[in-house]
């Protein structure tokens, strides 16, 4: 079956430090890969997508490239701000609409 | 309008009561979907909605009644809860039929169950 894993958090950084979260998945086919970032208190918003090898998908500052050969979908930042404090969720959509979540990474950016 | 809306934004029900949530969007999507998440942990699929159609059914019990009248609105009727069913309720909403839908959430409705 399909399946993600995400690196587990909290992730606590400061204020304009370097951001990775890292995402390794599992899946037949060809999947289709995102990160949905959810804030404090409100849903799930799509951050990123990408939808074949070796694209990139970016927002915000945010990146993610979508590496067949190593099954990994892992999201950077260059410089963290606090507003970035969230947990982060890696997905994938193999087929049929449904997603398979990773276990979110609970990231806290201190100024 | 990219928006899905929820109601209500909290909700408080005992075991013996009868309530309902809702979902709406106006982005014209004919997928509708309703998630549990319960704290620290990731959305879990409840329902999917293709074209007003029930396609997905994640094995929840019969205590929560989805129901989709229009290609607008979803609904989740749910009676006789149990506490361990409190949790975020999420609703989504998705084009259908294309590569990478991009799934749409709305607030959530959290449920408490006393």
């Known amino acids: 079956g399909n399946s993600v894993t995400q690196m587990e958090g909290p992730v606590t950084l400061s204020e304009e430090a370097f951001l990775t979260i890292n995402c390794t998945y599992t899946?037949?086919?060809?999947?289709?890969l995102f990160w949905y970032v959810q804030y404090p208190g409100e849903g799930l918003q799509l951050l990123l997508k990408?939808?074949?090898?070796?694209d990139k998908g970016s927002n915000k500052g945010f990146e993610a490239t979508y590496r067949k050969e190593t099954t990994s979908f892992h999201l950077e930042k260059g410089s963290v701000q606090v507003s970035d404090s969230a947990v982060y969720f890696c997905?994938?959509?193999?087929?049929?609409?449904?997603?398979?979540f990773g276990g979110g990474t609970r990231v806290l950016v201190k100024p | 309008d990219t928006e899905v809306t929820q109601t209500p934004k909290h909700l408080v029900m005992g075991m013996t009561n009868k309530k309902s949530l809702k979902c709406e969007q106006h982005?014209?999507?004919?997928?509708m979907y309703w998630y549990k998440q319960k704290a620290k942990k990731p959305p879990e699929l409840m329902f999917v909605?293709?074209?007003?159609?029930?396609?997905i059914n994640e094995s929840v019990p019969s205590r929560f009644s989805p129901e989709c009248p229009n290609s607008s609105l979803l609904n989740l009727h749910l009676h006789a809860l149990q506490p361990e069913d409190s949790a975020l309720y999420l609703c989504?909403?998705?084009?259908?039929?294309?590569?990478?839908?991009?799934?749409?959430f709305g607030p959530g409705t959290r449920l408490t169950v006393l």
């Open positions: 989504a909403s998705s084009l259908v039929g294309l590569v990478s839908n991009e799934q749409f």
């Open positions: 899946a037949t086919g060809y999947p289709s």
């Open positions: 990408a939808t074949k090898a070796d």
């Open positions: 997905a994938l959509e193999a087929a049929g609409n449904k997603l398979t």
């Open positions: 982005m014209g999507h004919r997928a």
């Open positions: 909605y293709s074209y007003e159609k029930l396609s």
